[in-house]
């Protein structure tokens, strides 16, 4: 069995995560058991979900243990195997974590997914046809559930949950506007993911700045939104929701480092009887094949075409995560091994 890299959760962040936060180690991969199989990952996911882990406080799952590999979803391929429906060779998603290497119990449900890369490349299923896809589906069709015709708006637009955000609800007839840091992230949204239109948050120091560009390029208001950010850019987003407008919350990577978050104009969500749902796509696995089909085809024709920023090789995984806890990123955090 080969040996494996690893990195682990050295110690806990105090305010903003950093690099020594984190521990590279080797270690000997065990021999497998009954249906086991053994992958070998090939690309490995960064999400900002995972500097909640790092907290060693109350939220929606157990934190990330210390010493333990961190947690994080890899594809990869089978090299050896001893479950009757995994072969040598075939592709998988899993949540191998940060490691060259994992040892899956294939018999659990859920555990490891083969995937076709015929149409879609292999590392998409970490992005656009994967859990950042699904996360974008289930809070477009099932908490904003958009009429044709309606706005929708999106902060970090051009990050893997963005870029599907956007060709969905692209689909279903909506104006579709993002938000996103700089110039060059924002030509993007519109020339090559579709967009309407994107602002650049950056532009903006406070939420009334923010509200009248939401304005110009929302003249009907906005009818519903999903949350990745928080903070100024929420306030701003509630000045200018229509009544009866839904908002999915998903992240809230302004408040990642630990501080809280206020919100200065709470009313707003009674005067506008707005529906705010948070959700955790993992909690929602029933949805997963029907997204995945929708994503796999609008990749496949075209009408998806996600960017990647790619960090090469497992040492350079701390570094790439703190860069996107700040927005360093294009499209989908990756780390090739």
């Given amino acids: 069995m080969p040996s494996n890299q690893q990195i682990v959760l050295d110690n806990r962040p105090e305010g903003d995560a950093v690099a020594s936060n984190f521990k590279l180690v080797t270690s000997e991969t065990p021999a497998l058991a009954e249906n086991q199989v053994l992958v070998k990952h090939h690309y490995m996911s960064l999400d900002p979900y ?29 090299v050896e195997t001893r479950h009757p429906k995994f072969a040598v060779g075939d592709q998988v998603v899993g949540m191998g974590g940060w490691q060259q290497y994992s040892v899956v119990d294939a018999a659990q449900p859920g555990a490891l997914r083969k995937v076709d890369t015929t149409h879609v490349p292999l590392s ?59 110039p060059e992230k924002c030509k993007y949204a519109v020339d090559e993911l579709g967009f309407d239109a994107c602002i650049d948050y950056k532009l903006h120091k406070d939420m009334y700045s923010l509200a009248k560009a939401l304005k110009e390029h929302c003249p009907d208001g906005i009818d519903g939104y999903f ?32 501080a809280p978050l206020p919100l200065t104009n709470p009313a707003l969500i009674l005067v506008n009887r707005l529906k705010v749902e948070g ?3 993992s909690e929602h696995m029933e949805v997963w094949p029907e997204a995945l089909t929708e994503l796999g085809s609008l990749v496949a024709t075209g009408k998806l075409r996600p ?28 780390v090739k091994l």
């Fill in 50 to 78: 995972m500097r909640g882990r790092m907290n060693d406080s109350k939220s929606y799952a157990a934190s990330q243990a210390l010493g333990e590999v961190m947690i994080g979803g890899t594809v990869g391929e089978v």
């Fill in 124 to 182: 998409y299923y970490l992005g656009a046809v994967g859990m950042p896809g699904v996360t974008a589906w289930y809070g477009l069709v099932k908490i904003i559930n958009p009429k044709a015709g309606e706005t929708v708006v999106i902060s970090a637009a051009t990050g893997a949950v963005g870029s599907a955000f956007g060709a969905l609800a692209k689909a279903r007839g909506c104006r579709t506007v993002g938000i996103a840091g700089g």
């Fill in 227 to 258: 949350e990745n950010v928080g903070g100024m850019i929420l306030d701003a987003i509630l000045l200018r929701m229509n009544a009866f407008g839904r908002i999915a919350v998903c992240g809230m990577i302004a408040g990642y480092n630990g």
């Fill in 279 to 281: 959700f955790i796509v």
């Fill in 307 to 334: 960017r990647e920023t790619v960090a090469e090789g497992l040492a350079a995984a701390p570094e790439a995560f703190l860069g996107l806890l700040k927005g360093k990123n294009f499209g989908k955090q990756l």
